[in-house]
């Protein structure tokens, strides 16, 4: 079963910076689009970044030049830099990956990590 585990999540005061990583792991035979989503209190999941697996980016128009969002394919690993946080991008931050199995290789599945807090004090 394919495994993503994200991590680097806390407490930060407003204009500080946080890395998120996620990590895959399990029969991969491929990951084609990854993404970042979150979920702040009251609200519904939204997509905060993406990024297919030969670099090209997708950004919310609400963090576009504070994130950048990057992989590192030989690692099955993807990272989320957020740099002048805000108290509104307080939210659990969850990891998506579409993934192709080395058991199913003619089709793709979708995952989702456990999600990781992030809080930004004002």
């Known amino acids: 079963q394919v495994q993503l585990v994200e991590s680097g999540g806390g407490l930060v005061q407003s204009g500080g910076s946080l890395r998120l990583s996620c990590a895959a792991s399990?029969?991969?035979?491929?990951?084609?689009?990854m993404g970042w989503y979150r979920r702040a209190p009251g609200n519904e999941r939204e997509l905060v970044a993406s990024?297919?697996?030969?670099?090209?980016?997708n950004y919310a128009d609400s963090v576009k030049g504070r994130f950048t969002i990057s992989r590192d394919n030989a690692k099955n690993t993807m990272y989320l830099q957020m740099n002048s946080l805000k108290p509104e991008d307080t939210a659990v931050y969850y990891c998506?990956?579409?993934?192709?199995?080395?058991?199913?290789?003619?089709?793709?599945?979708?995952?989702w990590g456990q999600g990781t807090q992030v809080t930004v004090s004002s």
């Open positions: 990024i297919t697996s030969g670099g090209r980016t």
């Open positions: 399990g029969p991969i035979f491929s990951i084609n689009v």
């Open positions: 998506h990956a579409r993934v192709v199995l080395t058991t199913a290789p003619l089709y793709e599945s979708s995952y």
